[in-house]
């Protein structure tokens, strides 16, 4: 070889040797593989995170619905298709390619779990060999409370004692009567909360998980009929008037009222300075009356001083679920012979007027806002010497005054005078343990007619987180904030009386509830009076409503036996139309106040 062609062999290959245009696919060609592995990886990495997401979504939408649906009752086909439809409705089945996909969803106790599991082949990763990946989710719920506070305002009324399906039954407790069926509904609702057994029957006892720790579940009572009874309520004796007025009797020295003497006016006697005559002629016959001056009777409103603060100290030495006995109250000058005499306190109580105020605190330098004690033994029904002639209709009753030396009836006690069993105020599981739960609500005793304005107004004022009882009720004893539910229940439309004994004093005489002089106290008059009631319980179930955190419930109980008027009113005291039931017999009963505690718990995904 020349030299000529040595040196064109090294040019060349010098050339070549400088040249690097083709070393960049020669490169690419070499990193393709680890390319493909970075990008395929993360791409197949991205579809495993995303669906393990969408099944975590998809499994936890599944518990809730399913543990929403189990409500107060146990894990059922029904609860399980729940849990499966929301599921699918959270999860399209091979979305992200995935494969078979299996969620499985059970209950323990009061919570529910589910578990997922799907496969997601790989894509780009295939090329390296990678199968594929199984994910696995799992889920769980409960139903926990938050801080809660309950009060049952409940309706004791007569009519509870009947069956569901009756109208009246002369007031003899039936076997399932209304009474028994609340009873029995309301026991199953604090098994439900505080989780505990009580002897109510068919309760669902471990539905719910019970009050989340640290929380506070506080029960309290309103049972109402003509009046509440509130001698367990502590309440100081400066809430009460130092003077009340009765309609009631005094000595008095006058001349007594007209009576008949002699059936001829042939022979009228002349009058003396103790007796005087009168000749009263119908018609043809005439007869001669005598009034006599006298210590006699005044029979009007009359007013008494009132110390209660023995008596209050009475009530408060009793504790539940023992109610406390009637407790003397000394009235002077209305027994024989014009002495002294003891008459029971049962803890119901007069107020001055009607108000729909629940925040409203008694202040003594305010007497209208001050209470008395109902006391029935102390009042007489004016020209009725007999239960027979206090009947509503006898055209003798006045509101007059009147002088008489005998004794007008003096029955109220037996007549229309009603106190239910004594009203609760909020309480922890602490104080409310079953056995004390139990035997509370067995003392509940169907009696009276229906004022269903009182019971609001009471079941306000208790759980209410200002006015007399802000200090126990505006916070736990931690601070915390609370949740309150009223719980309001009736079987009946409001029945009012002119002779009714009530919170308001007797409406004939005593006219705080807008009746005028000129109102009897007949039948004709119980219509008015009812729509007064009517009347007070919507602007009282507005106060409560009005109240921080609270809800209000109502349950219509009666079905037929209730009027549709009645029925549109109960639901617009409601806090909405969701929170109205309508119970026409004792398995609605039962499930509304189910559904209230399953509403009333808050439900909540477990970490």
Known sequence: MGTRAAGRI???????????AGNTLAIAAAAMLPLLGMVGGALDLSRLYMTKVRLQHACDAGALAGRKDMG???WDASAQAS??????????????????TTPTFTSSGSNVQGSVTTSVPMTVMQVFKFGPKTLTVTCETAMQLPNTDVMFVLDVTGSMACLPSESSCGGNVRTGSKINVLKNAVKC?????????????GCATNSYQGINSGSQLRFGFVPYSTNVDISQLNLPASYFAA??????????????????TSNSC?????????????TVTSGNSCVVQSSTYTTAWLYAKTTFPMNVSAALSSFASAT??????????????????????????????EEAAPTSNINQVPDPSKPATLYAPSLP?????????AADSGDPDNASLTTATSVYTGNYYNGMRNYRYFCPTPAEKLQTTSVWTPTTFDSYVNTLTPVGNTYHDIGMLWGGRLISPEGMFASENKTTTQGGVIQRHVIFMTDGDPQAGGCDYTAYGVAFWDMRTGDTPSDACTTARDGTLTAAVTTRLKALCTSVKNEPNTLLWVISFGGTGIATSTKNDLKACASDSDHFFDATDATALSSAFQTIASRIAQLRLEE
């Open 10 to 20: 090294i040019g060349v290959l010098t050339r070549l040797r400088r040249n690097v």
């Open 72 to 74: 107060g009752g146990s």
């Open 83 to 100: 849990a499966l439809q929301y599921f699918w409705g959270n999860f399209t089945a091979g979305a992200y390619g995935s494969g078979t």
């Open 189 to 201: 609702f604090y098994e439900a909360h505080a989780q505990a057994k009580t002897d109510g029957t």
């Open 243 to 260: 003077n009340w007025t009765y309609q009631s009797r005094s000595k008095t020295t006058d001349w007594t009222d007209w009576a008949n």
């Open 266 to 278: 042939n022979n009228k006697p002349a009058n003396t300075t103790t007796t005087k005559y009168q």
């Open 320 to 349: 539940v679920p023992n109610p406390p006995t009637a407790v003397n109250i000394t009235m002077k000058g209305i027994g024989s012979n014009y002495a002294d005499r003891q008459v029971l306190w049962d803890g119901c109580v």
């Open 377 to 385: 033994d102390a009042l007489y029904l004016r020209r009725s010497t």
